[in-house]
């Protein structure tokens, strides 16, 4: 019978052998002509690129290290936007109904609507630089934070709440004593996935109208047909995507640790 | 739905009901505020409808709107169904066999968090601009989360019922069958409640970068001859769309889980 | 475990089946017979279009499948899975589609003429003129174009006039802000009050001068020589050289016609572009054709033929576009060597049709 720690440790090969795995397919199906270089970029022609885009500006006009932070802090402005609004709104619309009233229905009107389909009319009023682009990210990212946030209160047992009332707390107190720590767990997931939302929503506004940017620097690679360009940002995004999500989590824990 | 504020015997003030109506009220009227003041750009909430019973009853383009929405919802329908039996297979391997999850789920962890939209140029070269590449696209779309819930569920799933149908000597078919998919099946469907409006977002997305119909097609096309009364129909379109697809699941949520 | 590998056979079989039909849906049916062509809402597709709906493509016994595209790169993606087997096309995408894809230019059509540039009254580079050495007509220099953001599609002709105008000015990409846009949406935004210099082509560049804007650049008077072309793909060639043969033939009975009817192609003008949501009125039509001079077969062929210095006109019309895309780090040596080495022209088929004809 294995103990935990060794089948963990023995775990680790086949993660490393599954990924190789993958990567020696991915490299074959391109040299064997499965599919054409112009196609599909084989992994080691992607990590030359990659390399070779820290510092080279060709083909798409600047380096990777540009287009990330040209990325990352748009997203970061819309993000936090939306974190800053929605998470208070969220929580509020929670806890007192008439706040949920009045926000609710517009809320709902405008929720179904994809970000990318707001692009052509924030783009038509707003313009093609960064604010535009934070907009759109504000737009789509603020969603999860304010549904996350009212969910999580909701959630709050009635037990807890009449606990609070019995001690002759007020109707404020009980919310930010009881209700908000309650809702973090919840509140966090919806951060997150406010993050994962951000993160896409930069992608179509940087594909569709943007001077720098991963997105932008994927839309160059398919103009100029080359998919070691495409791949490259994809999987930059995907990577300071993930990044993000981690510390974010690592915030979470620290914070809920703290909250006890 | 329940209030937290409320307590109990709480009796909600008569104008709170109107609520609702004025936000949508206060609205409309900073819409209609703004078309006044830049007529050029923004065509008024009024205009909005008219134009919108007009493509929908009186069409002058060869392709409908109508055309438009089917192209799109097609796309999405086939692509979520595949996407669905697909991705909860994978997920259902991923939670069932330990070997399998090991070796498999770090490509799909590292693949994961690349948005399906910076797939699109990629899956253009190798699909075209045909149905296929919009349908892959959705199907990237919808596929993970469904992927993500199944396996969730394995690991919320209580233990002991396992245990129990182990030791009364159920085989590992029945076990699958009878014990784990019905425990997960909350999960699952959480996961393609998430996947369909997934798939809607990702058919729009594609459909405005690459496509010859479909209402993200309509979207750009407009913006091209800066036609705002057909984006903001389109965008009307979109997001009831939308909004009916999550009614309809719902609805089916309940009749299908009631628990 | 027997009950899961079952499952998991049956669906692989599923999966491998859908890929087939997916395939299926973006491929051709019956390809070997029907001819794929890929327009644009440009003056060089029109007589491919005119030679469509007037009958000519089947009376030589030729069946077409044409397709309106938005641009250049989106025929050089369509082309990456095989959808179709001739094109009109600029030269700087023909290039790109060369160096991906092995597609072939087959003949030269006419010298593009229709990229503008366009400033508000109020702009700065408005108010300076005469001060391009030898260009009198272009407004701005160095100084007021620098730092400037300019809508312009990339990877496009336009691109390509785009950067020789700057180099006339002294200036390279890395000066101004090139923001990649699609004509129709450049001059939406453009009137929404983004960019500072937007990129046109005629129809659109005609409702220019009535919203008040004042033409920064002609494309005729900037010299960036851009051909239009005819190209044809790699696997088209070799599979139905025939079917090319003829659609290029009637091709250029199309502009034949046209020489001694100018408002044959002024008509047809007026058909593709409004039916393709380009909108275009009946007079704007006509001055669309009249400012392009198409080539006959005889005209097109004599690009291709070595002058003295043992160069065709064509090569250097091409070794310019490239190099210029070369310095701007788009397309890289490598490549060029490679594209040397392949070869870009293959005149076949107006060699035919001259040994035809002659």
Not at chain 3, 78 to 85: H, K, Q, R, S, Y
Request: glycine share 8%; proline share 5%.
């Amino acid at each position: 019978m294995k103990t935990l720690r060794s089948r963990k440790k023995s775990a680790w090969w086949k993660h490393v052998t599954g990924v190789l795995v993958f990567l020696l397919i991915w490299e074959l199906s391109v040299r064997l002509g499965l599919f054409s270089s112009q196609q599909l970029s084989p992994p080691s022609q992607v990590i030359e690129t990659f390399f070779a885009k820290l510092t080279d500006p060709r083909p798409d006009g600047e380096t990777l290290g540009v287009h990330f932070l040209a990325s990352f802090s748009v997203t970061l402005g819309g993000f936090s936007l939306a974190c800053l609004i929605g998470i208070p709104l969220g929580l509020l619309m929670g806890y007192y109904r008439p706040v949920y009233l009045l926000v609710n229905p517009i809320f709902e009107l405008l929720r179904p609507i994809p970000p990318i389909a707001w692009i052509p009319i924030v783009t038509l009023l707003l313009g093609i630089g960064a604010e535009a682009r934070i907009f759109i990210i504000f737009l789509s990212a603020i969603v999860p934070a304010v549904i996350n946030s009212y969910t999580g209160i909701q959630r709050t047992p009635q037990t807890y709440i009449h606990v609070g009332q019995s001690l002759g707390m007020s109707r404020w107190r009980i919310f930010t004593r009881i209700c908000i720590p309650y809702a973090l767990p919840t509140l966090f997931t919806g951060v997150r996935l406010s993050l994962s939302t951000a993160w896409a929503a930069l992608v179509a506004a940087e594909m569709m109208a943007s001077v720098q940017g991963l997105g932008y620097m994927i839309q160059m690679g398919r103009l100029l047909i080359k998919p070691d360009i495409i791949i490259t940002g994809m999987l930059t995004i995907g990577c300071s995507g993930a990044l993000m999500s981690l510390l974010l989590t690592l915030l979470e824990n620290r914070l809920t640790k703290w909250g006890r | 739905m329940k209030h937290t504020s409320s307590h109990g015997s709480f009796q909600e003030p008569w104008w709170w009901k109107l609520l609702p109506v004025a936000s949508v009220a206060l609205f409309l009227a900073v819409w209609h505020g703004a078309a006044l003041c830049n007529p050029a750009m923004l065509p008024t909430p009024v205009e909005t409808i008219r134009s919108l019973f007009d493509m929908l009853f009186f069409p002058t383009t060869q392709i409908t709107l109508l055309d438009h929405v089917w192209a799109s919802l097609r796309r999405v329908l086939i692509a979520y169904g595949l996407a669905t039996l697909s991705g909860v297979l994978l997920g259902v391997l991923f939670g069932w066999s330990r070997n399998f999850h090991d070796f498999v789920y770090p490509i799909f962890e590292l693949l994961r968090p690349i948005p399906p939209i910076a797939w699109i140029p990629l899956i253009i070269m190798w699909l075209g601009i045909g149905e296929g590449a919009k349908i892959a696209i959705c199907f990237i779309g919808s596929f993970i989360p469904v992927v993500v819930n199944t396996f969730f569920g394995f690991t919320t799933l209580d233990r002991t019922y396992l245990k129990a149908a182990q030791v009364l000597g159920a085989r590992q078919k029945d076990l699958l069958l009878e014990v784990v998919l019905p425990g997960i099946f909350p999960n699952i469907l959480a996961g393609m409640k998430v996947a369909l409006s997934a798939g809607w977002l990702c058919v729009i997305a594609a459909e405005m970068i690459a496509a010859r119909e479909g209402l993200g097609y309509l979207i750009v096309r407009s913006m091209e001859s800066g036609n705002m009364l057909n984006i903001l129909v389109a965008l009307i379109f979109i997001g009831s769309i939308s909004a009916i697809l999550s009614f309809l699941f719902s609805k089916l949520e309940k009749v299908v889980c009631p628990w | 475990m027997q009950k899961k590998r079952l499952r998991i056979c049956s669906i692989a079989l599923a999966a491998a089946l859908l890929a087939q039909v997916l395939s299926g849906c973006t491929g051709q049916e019956d390809s070997a017979h029907v001819l794929n062509v890929a327009l644009q809402t440009t003056a060089q597709g029109v007589p491919a279009y005119a030679a469509q709906v007037d009958g000519l493509n089947e009376a030589a016994g030729l069946q077409v499948n044409s397709v309106v595209y938005a641009n250049g790169p989106s025929q050089n993606e369509a082309l990456g899975a095989n959808e179709w087997d001739v094109a009109t096309m600029g030269a700087p995408p023909a290039i790109m589609a060369n160096i991906a894809y092995n597609a072939k230019i087959i003949a030269f059509v006419l010298m593009e003429a229709s990229t503008e540039f366009w400033v508000r009254p109020d702009s700065d580079i408005a108010q300076v003129s005469g001060q391009v050495e030898g260009y009198p007509t272009i407004l701005g220099n160095g100084d007021t174009w620098r730092g400037k953001t300019i809508l312009c599609p990339v990877a496009t002709t336009s691109h390509f006039i785009l950067l020789t105008l700057l180099e006339l000015m002294g200036l390279t990409e890395e000066d101004v802000n090139i923001v990649n846009m699609e004509v129709g949406q450049a001059y939406t935004a453009f009137k929404a009050g983004q960019g500072d210099v937007v990129t046109l082509w005629d129809p659109v560049s005609f409702s220019a001068e009535d919203e008040g804007w004042v033409r920064a650049a002609y494309g005729p008077d900037i010299p960036a020589y851009t051909p239009c072309v005819l190209v044809a793909s790699e696997k088209a060639i070799a599979e139905k050289p025939e079917l090319i043969q003829a659609w290029v033939e009637t091709y250029f009975d199309v502009v034949e016609t046209h020489q001694s009817d100018s408002s044959y192609l002024a008509s047809q003008a007026y058909t593709l572009l409004n039916e393709n949501n380009v909108t275009i009125t009946e007079e704007e039509s006509v001055l669309f054709i009249e400012r392009k001079t198409f080539f006959t077969a005889q005209e097109s062929l004599a690009f291709f033929q070595e002058e003295e210095g043992g160069e065709s006109q064509a090569q250097a019309y091409l070794d310019e576009i490239v190099s210029f895309f070369v310095q701007q780090g788009s397309i890289s040596q490598e490549e060029w060597d490679a594209m040397k080495e392949k070869g870009i022209f293959d005149t076949q088929f107006l060699e035919a049709l001259q040994a035809d004809a002659g």
